[in-house]
């Protein structure tokens, strides 16, 4: 690719966020209960980077802001029509489809983080949450670890949508999307 026509999209702290989170979750839900440290460090790690990452989307370079890629419900529609049009139109940053993703993927990770600590809290007496869990009973302590699995799944099902949409644009824009995410160059739009 002739870098004179490349723009540079991704800042280094949204390079190494979305690679540091990909591999805390993977880590976290590869291990599982098998390796309760490992599972527990990394699920932290998750934690740390989701909310290290909001702030950077209010302060951040124009493409990391939110309000460059959440957008309205009308111009996520257009882009699904254009979607199935076979015709998206290229955004240098996220698109409005994915941006809406990109929210319930931190969602889901805050839920799936918080209700973890919660679950290590009753199970293993251990965490910030210890204490409170402590006094809590065997259904409520159930209950939390379900959420858990339910959103640890969950989030996986969007991080699946996440690689389909990322195949989908590299074909469709013809531009590989996964080097862009190393690099942080983008190619202009024509």
């Known amino acids: 690719m002739n870098t ?3 723009i540079t999209v991704w800042d280094p702290f949204v390079r190494i966020f979305h690679w540091g989170l990909a591999s805390a979750f ?3 839900y590869a291990v599982g209960d098998d390796a309760m440290d490992i599972h527990t460090l990394a699920g932290y790690a998750v934690l740390v980077l989701v909310l290290a990452r909001i702030p950077w989307g209010f302060i951040g370079g124009t493409h990391a802001r939110f309000r460059d890629f959440v957008r309205p419900p009308g111009e996520v529609m257009a882009h699904i029509r254009g979607l199935l049009r076979g015709q998206p139109e290229y955004h240098r ?3 409005p489809l994915a941006g809406w993703i990109y929210v319930l993927m931190f969602i889901s990770l805050i839920g799936l983080t918080v209700s973890g600590i919660a679950t290590l809290g ?3 007496s251990a965490g910030p949450l210890a204490g409170l869990m402590a006094s809590a009973g065997h259904g409520t302590a159930e209950a939390v670890e379900e959420i858990h699995e339910f959103l640890a799944n969950f989030t996986l099902g969007l991080v699946l949508i996440h690689l389909t949409g990322v195949l989908l644009g590299s ?3 013809k531009e590989n999307l ?5 690099t942080g ?3 202009r739009s024509e």
């Open 171 to 173: 074909l469709t824009q």
């Open 185 to 187: 160059r983008k190619r």
């Open 4 to 6: 004179s026509r490349q």
């Open 93 to 95: 940053g996220h698109n």
């Open 26 to 28: 993977i880590i976290a």
């Open 178 to 182: 996964v080097r862009a995410m190393i």
């Open 122 to 124: 009753a199970e293993e």
